[in-house]
T-cell receptor, first 115, second 113 residues
Protein backbone atom coordinates (compact mmCIF):
# COMPACT_ATOMS: atom_id res chain seq x y z
CA UNK A 1 0.00 0.00 0.00
CA UNK A 2 1.41 3.39 -0.95
CA UNK A 3 2.21 5.78 1.87
CA UNK A 4 1.13 9.37 2.36
CA UNK A 5 2.21 11.53 -0.53
CA UNK A 6 2.70 15.26 -0.50
CA UNK A 7 3.21 17.60 -3.40
CA UNK A 8 5.20 19.56 -4.11
CA UNK A 9 8.17 18.53 -2.01
CA UNK A 10 9.84 21.92 -2.22
CA UNK A 11 8.41 25.35 -2.81
CA UNK A 12 9.84 28.86 -2.86
CA UNK A 13 7.52 31.84 -2.58
CA UNK A 14 7.84 35.51 -1.80
CA UNK A 15 6.16 37.47 0.95
CA UNK A 16 2.56 38.35 0.24
CA UNK A 17 1.96 35.46 -2.13
CA UNK A 18 -0.30 32.55 -1.38
CA UNK A 19 0.47 28.84 -1.61
CA UNK A 20 -1.45 25.58 -1.83
CA UNK A 21 -0.02 22.30 -0.63
CA UNK A 22 -1.50 18.92 -1.43
CA UNK A 23 -1.70 15.67 0.51
CA UNK A 24 -2.93 12.26 -0.59
CA UNK A 25 -3.56 9.93 2.34
CA UNK A 26 -3.00 6.21 2.45
CA UNK A 27 -5.71 4.42 0.52
CA UNK A 28 -8.71 3.85 2.77
CA UNK A 29 -7.69 6.49 5.30
CA UNK A 30 -10.33 9.14 5.80
CA UNK A 31 -8.67 11.44 8.31
CA UNK A 32 -5.97 13.89 7.33
CA UNK A 33 -4.09 16.19 9.65
CA UNK A 34 -1.56 18.92 8.96
CA UNK A 35 1.41 19.96 11.05
CA UNK A 36 3.94 22.76 10.76
CA UNK A 37 7.53 22.09 11.75
CA UNK A 38 9.96 24.96 12.37
CA UNK A 39 13.26 25.09 14.26
CA UNK A 40 11.86 27.61 16.71
CA UNK A 41 8.38 26.27 17.42
CA UNK A 42 8.89 22.59 16.67
CA UNK A 43 5.97 20.49 15.47
CA UNK A 44 2.61 22.18 15.80
CA UNK A 45 -0.82 20.92 14.87
CA UNK A 46 -2.63 22.96 12.23
CA UNK A 47 -5.92 21.16 11.60
CA UNK A 48 -7.60 17.84 10.95
CA UNK A 49 -10.14 16.90 8.32
CA UNK A 50 -12.45 13.91 8.25
CA UNK A 51 -15.20 13.31 5.73
CA UNK A 52 -14.60 16.73 4.19
CA UNK A 53 -15.20 18.47 7.54
CA UNK A 54 -12.68 20.23 9.71
CA UNK A 55 -12.75 18.41 13.03
CA UNK A 56 -10.07 20.16 14.99
CA UNK A 57 -7.96 23.27 14.59
CA UNK A 58 -4.71 24.42 16.12
CA UNK A 59 -3.74 27.92 17.17
CA UNK A 60 -2.87 29.44 13.81
CA UNK A 61 -4.15 32.62 12.16
CA UNK A 62 -6.94 32.54 9.61
CA UNK A 63 -4.39 32.83 6.80
CA UNK A 64 -3.99 29.09 7.20
CA UNK A 65 -6.89 27.13 5.80
CA UNK A 66 -7.56 23.73 4.42
CA UNK A 67 -10.09 21.49 2.81
CA UNK A 68 -10.69 17.86 2.10
CA UNK A 69 -12.20 16.31 -0.99
CA UNK A 70 -14.56 13.37 -1.29
CA UNK A 71 -11.62 11.07 -2.11
CA UNK A 72 -9.99 12.13 1.20
CA UNK A 73 -7.23 14.09 -0.49
CA UNK A 74 -6.53 17.32 1.32
CA UNK A 75 -5.10 20.69 0.52
CA UNK A 76 -3.89 23.43 2.76
CA UNK A 77 -3.61 27.03 1.75
CA UNK A 78 -1.60 29.83 3.24
CA UNK A 79 -2.47 33.32 2.09
CA UNK A 80 -0.41 36.50 2.39
CA UNK A 81 2.77 34.61 3.15
CA UNK A 82 5.13 35.89 5.83
CA UNK A 83 8.78 35.05 6.35
CA UNK A 84 7.82 33.12 9.47
CA UNK A 85 5.71 30.72 7.42
CA UNK A 86 8.91 29.10 6.14
CA UNK A 87 8.65 25.58 7.46
CA UNK A 88 8.28 21.91 6.73
CA UNK A 89 4.57 21.15 6.39
CA UNK A 90 3.72 17.59 7.25
CA UNK A 91 0.56 15.74 6.43
CA UNK A 92 -0.57 12.68 8.36
CA UNK A 93 -3.38 10.26 7.74
CA UNK A 94 -5.23 7.63 9.76
CA UNK A 95 -8.13 5.34 8.96
CA UNK A 96 -10.83 6.99 11.07
CA UNK A 97 -11.72 8.64 14.34
CA UNK A 98 -12.04 5.71 16.73
CA UNK A 99 -9.47 5.41 19.48
CA UNK A 100 -7.76 2.44 17.91
CA UNK A 101 -7.03 4.64 14.97
CA UNK A 102 -4.88 7.12 16.80
CA UNK A 103 -1.74 5.99 15.01
CA UNK A 104 -0.96 8.55 12.35
CA UNK A 105 1.14 7.95 9.27
CA UNK A 106 3.18 10.89 8.09
CA UNK A 107 4.18 11.96 4.63
CA UNK A 108 7.63 13.28 3.68
CA UNK A 109 6.52 16.89 3.97
CA UNK A 110 6.60 19.98 1.80
CA UNK A 111 9.49 22.35 2.46
CA UNK A 112 8.18 25.91 2.02
CA UNK A 113 10.65 28.76 1.85
CA UNK A 114 9.33 32.33 1.92
CA UNK A 115 11.70 35.02 0.65
CA UNK B 1 -3.02 21.69 28.78
CA UNK B 2 -1.12 18.86 27.23
CA UNK B 3 2.65 19.16 27.06
CA UNK B 4 5.65 16.99 26.37
CA UNK B 5 9.16 17.62 27.62
CA UNK B 6 12.25 16.08 26.14
CA UNK B 7 15.01 17.35 28.41
CA UNK B 8 17.90 16.45 26.15
CA UNK B 9 18.31 18.46 22.97
CA UNK B 10 21.38 16.51 21.84
CA UNK B 11 22.73 13.12 22.86
CA UNK B 12 25.89 11.48 21.60
CA UNK B 13 26.52 7.78 22.12
CA UNK B 14 29.11 5.39 20.81
CA UNK B 15 28.06 2.74 18.35
CA UNK B 16 27.15 -0.41 20.27
CA UNK B 17 26.38 1.46 23.47
CA UNK B 18 22.96 1.53 25.06
CA UNK B 19 20.60 4.46 24.64
CA UNK B 20 17.87 6.06 26.69
CA UNK B 21 15.95 9.11 25.53
CA UNK B 22 13.80 10.79 28.12
CA UNK B 23 10.24 11.98 27.73
CA UNK B 24 7.92 13.47 30.32
CA UNK B 25 4.34 14.40 29.59
CA UNK B 26 1.57 16.38 31.18
CA UNK B 27 -1.92 15.21 30.38
CA UNK B 28 -5.18 15.23 32.29
CA UNK B 29 -6.63 11.95 31.05
CA UNK B 30 -5.32 8.61 29.85
CA UNK B 31 -2.48 9.49 27.52
CA UNK B 32 -1.83 7.93 24.18
CA UNK B 33 1.96 8.07 23.80
CA UNK B 34 4.15 7.78 20.76
CA UNK B 35 7.77 7.91 19.72
CA UNK B 36 8.61 9.03 16.19
CA UNK B 37 11.95 9.25 14.40
CA UNK B 38 12.84 11.75 11.71
CA UNK B 39 15.86 11.53 9.43
CA UNK B 40 17.09 14.76 7.80
CA UNK B 41 14.69 16.00 5.16
CA UNK B 42 12.22 13.24 5.85
CA UNK B 43 8.85 12.86 7.46
CA UNK B 44 8.14 11.13 10.74
CA UNK B 45 8.25 7.37 11.17
CA UNK B 46 6.45 5.76 14.07
CA UNK B 47 8.76 3.71 16.29
CA UNK B 48 6.24 2.57 18.87
CA UNK B 49 3.07 3.53 20.68
CA UNK B 50 1.39 3.00 24.03
CA UNK B 51 -2.35 2.97 24.46
CA UNK B 52 -2.94 0.63 27.39
CA UNK B 53 -1.90 -2.72 28.84
CA UNK B 54 1.69 -3.80 29.27
CA UNK B 55 3.74 -0.76 30.21
CA UNK B 56 6.80 -2.00 28.33
CA UNK B 57 6.19 -1.72 24.61
CA UNK B 58 8.33 -3.00 21.80
CA UNK B 59 8.78 -1.14 18.57
CA UNK B 60 10.59 -1.35 15.31
CA UNK B 61 14.36 -1.27 14.83
CA UNK B 62 14.96 -2.82 18.28
CA UNK B 63 13.52 0.10 20.26
CA UNK B 64 11.39 -0.24 23.36
CA UNK B 65 9.76 2.22 25.73
CA UNK B 66 8.40 2.01 29.23
CA UNK B 67 5.35 3.90 30.43
CA UNK B 68 5.56 4.99 34.06
CA UNK B 69 2.37 6.69 35.14
CA UNK B 70 3.73 7.68 38.55
CA UNK B 71 6.59 9.57 36.89
CA UNK B 72 4.60 10.77 33.86
CA UNK B 73 7.39 9.37 31.73
CA UNK B 74 7.69 7.39 28.54
CA UNK B 75 11.41 6.85 27.98
CA UNK B 76 12.76 5.27 24.83
CA UNK B 77 15.54 2.70 25.04
CA UNK B 78 17.73 0.63 22.79
CA UNK B 79 20.32 -1.85 24.08
CA UNK B 80 22.85 -1.38 21.28
CA UNK B 81 22.88 1.65 19.00
CA UNK B 82 23.80 1.43 15.33
CA UNK B 83 25.21 4.28 13.26
CA UNK B 84 21.99 4.27 11.22
CA UNK B 85 20.05 5.28 14.36
CA UNK B 86 21.44 8.81 14.10
CA UNK B 87 18.35 10.99 13.65
CA UNK B 88 15.97 13.19 15.59
CA UNK B 89 13.52 11.55 17.94
CA UNK B 90 10.18 12.97 18.97
CA UNK B 91 7.92 11.96 21.82
CA UNK B 92 4.24 12.82 21.39
CA UNK B 93 1.01 12.59 23.37
CA UNK B 94 -2.52 12.44 22.03
CA UNK B 95 -6.07 12.12 23.28
CA UNK B 96 -8.12 8.94 23.11
CA UNK B 97 -10.46 10.20 20.42
CA UNK B 98 -8.54 13.14 19.15
CA UNK B 99 -6.17 13.45 16.29
CA UNK B 100 -4.09 16.32 17.57
CA UNK B 101 -0.67 15.19 18.65
CA UNK B 102 1.40 17.36 20.96
CA UNK B 103 5.09 16.85 20.32
CA UNK B 104 8.17 17.39 22.40
CA UNK B 105 10.97 19.54 21.06
CA UNK B 106 12.91 16.51 19.92
CA UNK B 107 16.25 14.94 20.78
CA UNK B 108 18.99 14.78 18.18
CA UNK B 109 20.94 11.57 18.45
CA UNK B 110 24.52 11.44 17.22
CA UNK B 111 26.32 8.13 16.99
CA UNK B 112 30.09 8.09 17.08
CA UNK B 113 32.13 5.20 15.77
Amino acid sequence: KAGVTQTPRYLIKTRGQQVTLSCSPISGHRSVSWYQQTPGQGLQFLFEYFSETQRNKGNFPGRFSGRQFSNSRSEMNVSTLELGDSALYLCASRPGLASSYNEQFFGPGTRLTVL
Amino acid sequence: AQSVTQPDIHITVSEGASLELRCNYSYGATPYLFWYVQSPGQGLQLLLKYFSGDTLVQGIKGFEAEFKRSQSSFNLRKPSVHWSDAAEYFCAVGAQYGNKLVFGAGTILRVKS
